[in-house]
Structure formats: C-alpha cells, structure tokens
C-alpha cells in the first residue's frame, strides 16, 4: 500500500507564508514629520518562546549589541483534516511536464488545514501598531495565496490564508532599565491540499489505433470482406509556436485561395493554424504566394482573417505536445 514520495507540499506552504511578510517596514519620524529612520523588519521562522527566551537573556539595555527589536516569527503548529473540502477518492487528473516529454497522472489532493502562528515583537507601541496596520488590510478574513506544487508539472493552487485571531501581550516587570516585551500574536489557517504519488504514465497514451472489419458469407462460413483502418492521432493546432508567415490580404468565409507574405516555410499537403482555424493546403503557388486550401479542418469553423494575421504550421513535434482532453479532430462518430 504505501510507497516513498514527497511532495514538499508543507515545505512550499511555509515559504509562500513567509513571503507574504517579506517587505514590512516601521517609519519613525522627528518633529517636522519627516522620516528620519526606516527599519525593515526582519522575519525568522522559529517559535515565540525562543526569542522570548533571548529577550530575557540580553535584557541589559547598555549592552553593545542585543537582540534588534522590532522583529517577527513565524511557525507552523498544527495540522487537521478538512471534510468540508472532501472531494472523491478516485478523481484524478492528468497532466503534462513542460517539455512534453512525460505525462504523469495524480489523484486528487486531500483537504488539510495547517495552522500558522506569526509573532510581532516590539519595544515601542507605535512600532507594533504600524506592522499590524501594514497586515489586517490584505485579511478579509483570507487571502488567496498562489502556492506551486508538484515541482516541475507546475500544478498551482490558490491556498486561502484564513487570519483567525489576534492576540496582544505586555511583558513588562521588574525595575526601570529592564527590557520592555511588547507581543502580538497573528493565528492564521492555511487550507491546503495534500497530494499522494505521482504515477507515469506516458507509455499507457494511445498513439496509433487499427480496426479490422470481417465480413461472412451468408451460410457463415467463408469470410467473403476484410478491411482494416488505421489511424494515427495528430494534432489539430499549433502548440509550439511555429510562425512560418503572414496573411498579406483579409481572408473572407469564402475564401480558399489566400495571399501570404512568404511561401518558403510552408509544404503541400500539410496543415497550418490561423486564428481558430484549422486549413488543409492543397496547392502552393510560389510565384504569386498564394495557397490553395481546405477551409475548416477537423471541426474547427472557417472565420474571417485580417491581412497580417500569424499563419503557424502544424508539425510533428505539435504532435508531441497535445494536450489532455484533446480530441485529435474526432468528435465519437467520426474515426
């Protein structure tokens, strides 16, 4: 049942967290209202306890050097599963890596909530009150943080950061030269989603399908027809980009001999991809440039075209790009 994987699924939650408090500044300003400091607040990940713990430790206020206040921290403290969010076990999607090469098929993610807790610490109330100024705006009460999983298949997600509570705490005992702790604490949910294993499967993709028809004699005995149809699936638009010329006229619905600015990069009996439609060229006159096409390919619509438009070849390597769901031309009564 169970088998090594690892979809750094947390991980990439936790980065993407603490990116959304990377550029936090605290302004102080003199007399004239004029900024005469700027701090950028630095962000840590670790608990509240530790640097509770070393503000007690260097609590000297004389001291040289000691902990730089205002700072922030971050840390992921627990996990739930979310039922509300509960979709069917066997659902599954596939998809593609960028290069075209492998297709990779995944079940659907399983809803977890992960509870995140930021920490504000500070000396002065109007430092405190200018980050958390600079935090609830974006929290109405969630934001929607496009977080990348699944590596290189490039499966991106809008995980919503949910901010479920604030807290404020005032450390402040002893005597007058003892270090003043203000404390906010952000509690935040992250509604996130757990992948399983990741199976290849690029050799289970059908690329050639033949179908043999027998007939019988009608005592049942001789076979009296044998036909036999063979077809190899293309693809039915460009996926690559492959720009090989320019209409040099407008193109009417009518149209089956078209004008283009450069006949070089194209060939008889291929096809090309203009706008949302597909074209057949028959012919190709290179002395005037133009082509001798089949309007409306593989159940695209013939369409008007304006003179300048892309004219993109259909090659073999579109054919390695297709894409899921695609249906090659073919609408089931077709073959």
Do not use: C
């Not at 027809?225 to 980009?241: C, E």
């Amino acid at each position: 049942m169970f088998e090594y994987f690892y979809n750094e699924v947390f991980r990439s939650v936790i980065i993407a967290f603490g990116s959304l408090f990377n550029d936090i500044e605290v302004h102080h300003k003199n007399d004239q209202d004029e900024n005469w400091s700027v701090i950028k607040v630095p962000l840590a990940y670790g608990p509240t306890q530790k640097f509770l713990a070393r503000m007690e430790q260097e609590a000297d206020l004389n001291r040289p050097t000691q902990l730089t206040l205002p700072r922030m921290s971050f840390e992921f403290t627990n996990l739930s599963y979310d039922p509300e969010r509960k979709t069917t076990k066997t659902q599954s999607f596939i998809t593609a890596t960028p290069d075209g090469q492998e297709t990779k098929r995944v079940y659907s993610p399983v809803p977890y909530n992960m509870t995140i807790v930021l920490s504000v610490y500070g000396k002065l109330n109007d430092d405190m009150l200018q980050i958390t100024e600079q935090i609830l705006p974006y929290f109405a009460p969630s934001y929607n943080l496009g977080v990348k999983f699944l590596g290189n298949l490039n499966e991106v997600k809008d995980v919503p950061v949910v901010l479920d509570d604030i807290s404020m705490e005032d450390d402040y005992e002893g005597n007058f030269e003892t270090r003043r702790a203000l404390v906010y604490t952000f509690t935040f949910t992250a509604k996130t989603y757990l992948y399983g294993p990741i199976t290849d499967i690029s050799g289970d993709i059908i690329k050639k399908v033949t179908v043999g028809y027998l007939a019988q004699s009608t005592d049942g005995q001789v076979l009296t027809r044998d036909i036999t149809y063979q077809v190899t699936p293309r693809a039915t638009k460009d996926y690559d980009g492959s720009l090989a010329t320019n209409l040099a006229q407008n193109v009417t619905l009518g149209d089956k001999i078209i004008t283009v600015n450069d006949v070089s990069g194209l060939t008889e009996k291929t096809y090309v991809y203009i706008d949302q439609e597909e074209m057949y060229i028959e012919k190709i006159n290179s002395t005037d440039k133009t082509l001798r096409v089949r309007r409306g390919q593989d159940n695209t619509k013939a369409q008007t075209h304006v003179g300048g438009s892309d004219v993109y070849t259909i090659t073999e390597s579109d054919n390695k790009l297709i894409e899921f769901g695609d249906d090659f031309g073919f609408n089931g009564n077709i073959f």
